[in-house]
């Protein structure tokens, strides 16, 4: 199997670094415009070779870990070059259902949209995990539109990564997203940016602890990537956030009106979120 992976940073690094000791794959080729990561990617031995996009035409599969505005543009590009019948196209897209309504017509079968829910606050091609992927979940969307060769072929990708597989419509998981992932990222920018208002460097710097710390982490995250993250799932991201806030009042009015008893048995509930994730 020829492997072709367009976007060299953590995702897709990381991917071509796994699929390159875990996988059956005889070639990874890198797409990237990104003239650093080329170097970067190709020293650290992620990928065999860096190839321009018109040669991805050899490749059997096709990754797309680039953000969603750029797997747009690559599905039209793909759409034009005369791909094999059963070339593989496995979009890393954040969000799904823009991605699948937007993939042309004549490639549809060829596309297997997926969602790997990984990934750290770093990017580019040094951030590169072996082991990033490794008993993650990765989202497969809208699979009935995909072809049956097109989805054995990333199953059996994504198996052999040891990733535990869910199937979900795109629309589904574009609102599920919202409250899990995306929201989150807003409000860790939103706390960053509030404590950035009020206090100086040298009190952050001597009183951020743990909590501060974790919460505050997201907002790391590339903004560039995050924008259009935002900007494809608006209406879902505005709902969870109307939630997160219908929830803040609620702790604002109990904390106003020294209701703490009412306060705690809303803690309590809260703690019951962390029985799930275990």
Request: charged share 25%; net charge positive.
């Given at each position: 199997?020829?492997?072709?992976?367009?976007?060299?940073?953590?995702?897709?690094?990381?991917?071509?670094?796994?699929?390159?000791?875990?996988?059956?794959?005889?070639?990874?080729?890198?797409?990237?415009?990104?003239?650093?990561?080329?170097?970067?990617?190709?020293?650290?031995?992620?990928?065999?070779?860096?190839?321009?996009?018109?040669?991805?035409?050899?490749?059997?599969?096709?990754?797309?870990?680039?953000?969603?505005?750029?797997?747009?543009?690559?599905?039209?590009?793909?759409?034009?070059?005369?791909?094999?019948?059963?070339?593989?196209?496995?979009?890393?897209?954040?969000?799904?259902?823009?991605?699948?309504?937007?993939?042309?017509?004549?490639?549809?079968?060829?596309l297997v949209?997926?969602?790997?829910?990984?990934?750290?606050?770093?990017?580019?091609?040094?951030?590169?995990?072996?082991?990033?992927?490794?008993?993650?979940?990765?989202?497969?969307?809208?699979?009935?539109?995909?072809?049956?060769?097109?989805?054995?072929?990333?199953?059996?990708?994504?198996?052999?990564?040891?990733?535990?597989?869910?199937?979900?419509?795109?629309?589904?998981?574009?609102?599920?997203?919202a409250f899990?992932?995306?929201m989150p990222?807003?409000?860790?920018?939103?706390?960053?940016?509030?404590?950035?208002?009020?206090?100086?460097?040298?009190?952050?710097?001597?009183?951020?602890?743990?909590?501060?710390?974790?919460?505050?982490?997201?907002?790391?995250?590339?903004?560039?990537?995050?924008?259009?993250?935002?900007?494809?799932?608006?209406?879902?991201?505005?709902?969870?956030?109307?939630?997160?806030?219908?929830?803040?009042?609620?702790?604002?009015?109990?904390?106003?009106?020294?209701?703490?008893?009412?306060?705690?048995?809303?803690?309590?509930?809260?703690?019951?979120?962390?029985?799930?994730?275990?």
């Amino acid at each position: 199997m020829r492997l072709g992976v367009v976007g060299l940073g953590l995702m897709g690094g990381s991917f071509a670094l796994a699929c390159k000791l875990f996988c059956d794959v005889k070639e990874i080729y890198g797409v990237d415009n990104n003239k650093k990561h080329q170097k970067e990617a190709l020293k650290l031995n992620l990928v065999n070779k860096i190839i321009e996009f018109e040669e991805l035409v050899k490749c059997d599969v096709i990754v797309l870990a680039i953000p969603i505005c750029g797997i747009i543009e690559a599905l039209e590009k793909l759409s034009k070059l005369s791909l094999p019948e059963n070339t593989t196209i496995i979009d890393f897209g954040s969000t799904k259902e823009e991605i699948v309504k937007r993939c042309p017509p004549n490639i549809r079968k060829n596309l297997v949209a997926s969602h790997p829910m990984t990934g750290t606050e770093f990017s580019g091609p040094k951030s590169a995990l072996y082991n990033l992927y490794e008993n993650k979940i990765m989202v497969m969307c809208d699979i009935e539109e995909s072809g049956i060769h097109q989805t054995n072929v990333a199953l059996g990708l994504f198996e052999q990564l040891k990733m535990n597989i869910k199937i979900m419509s795109s629309s589904e998981h574009d609102r599920h997203a919202a409250f899990i992932s995306h929201m989150p990222h807003i409000v860790s920018y939103s706390l960053a940016n509030s404590v950035l208002k009020q206090e100086d460097k040298e009190h952050i710097v001597a009183l951020a602890a743990g909590g501060f710390k974790s919460m505050s982490r997201l907002a790391k995250s590339n903004p560039t990537m995050w924008k259009e993250i935002f900007e494809s799932n608006q209406e879902n991201l505005l709902d969870s956030i109307d939630e997160f806030q219908k929830e803040l009042k609620k702790a604002k009015k109990m904390i106003k009106k020294g209701q703490y008893k009412k306060l705690y048995k809303w803690m309590k509930k809260g703690n019951k979120l962390h029985s799930i994730l275990k």
